[in-house]
């Protein structure tokens, strides 16, 4: 943008998290826009749609600059993908699926990188962001992340200009921002203003001390970029706590991960015995329905459990992880009187 970013108003401050999902919305294969969680570290910048630039430079052979009405002329396309939060970066392991599944519109980022011609020894993209602000006690001047080139090439990362068929409010990230299907929500860097193809990854706290996983591996400190989406799922119906009665019981849930879930297992005994549920095939990185019909024996409490796999065989862990197990308890009331449930009974 040519005004000065100091100059610009924040229309709102600080971190900031709207989560809106009941059962109804979570029953729905697209998620409607305003039941969409949304997530904002540093604000929600105040923008000029008509003196927004997006600028790629770095690794390339000829830098460029684009206006929205530049981008509004190239192909668009759609991609219909789940969104997913990693979660609170300051507590990466614990689980919240924050997440969605939505139809992102725009320009393909391989067309725009086809345009300035990527140079060979290019590995990295790094994003920025137009909000500003101060997260976790530190002033940023812009929100930056970092991507694999050839993640960035894929045909789905898309400089989104719509979502659900709608242009994107500044609370979504417009005018425009960045969507990286498969990889988890903090890496589509809203309120893109610049693209820097490199030959090394960001430094930012964004990239370096916030969305990184330690963890100790053969007595060996490991650190992996918060990049791809494991494996996970949510139980959708019957939802925790439900009291329902003993009859035959379609249990329904989304399930997701960068690449395809082939199998979700259900256990209706909190984990002891476990049983294939049905999968809707995946088209290309939206989420896919897990549906499992189970005729409670008894009247009493279960604990129903769902766990995925994707086609690499990683499956979910059953605690300490942000894609640990999806649990329901649920309350199966004895069936009295028949008349309940099958009025033409006599
Ligand atoms: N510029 C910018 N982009 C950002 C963020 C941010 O704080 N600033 N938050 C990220 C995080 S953590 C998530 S989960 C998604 C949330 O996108 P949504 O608000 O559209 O759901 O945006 C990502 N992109
Ligand atoms: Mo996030």
Known sequence: MKSSKSNQPMKFSGFGLIQNQDKDSLSRKITREADLFKVWHLGIPGINNREWMLSINGMVDKPNQFSLEDLKAFPQTSVMAFHECAGNPLYPKVPQRRVGNVVWKGVRLADLFSMVGVKEEACFVISKGFDQGIYNQK??????KDLPLTKALNPNVLIALEINDEPLTVDRGGPVRLVVPGYYGTNSTKWLTHLIVSDTRSKSDFTTKYYVDREVVDG??????????SPNSMIVHPQNGQLVKQEVLDIFGWTWA???????????????????????AR???EWQKFSFRWLPKSAGEYLIIARAFDSLGNCQ???SRRNQVSRAMI????????????????
């Open 258 to 280: 960068e690449n395809p879930i082939v199998s979700v297992e259900v256990s209706t005994d909190g984990g002891e015995n476990w049983q294939e549920a049905i999968v809707e």
């Open 220 to 229: 060996q400190p490991k650190e992996s970029p918060v990049w791809a989406v």
């Open 317 to 319: 862990p059953l605690t």
């Open 331 to 346: 309350f199966v009331q004895n069936s009295l009187d028949e008349k309940d449930i099958h009025p033409n009974i006599d």
């Open 139 to 144: 002033y940023y001047a812009e929100y930056e």
């Open 283 to 285: 088209k290309n990185v």
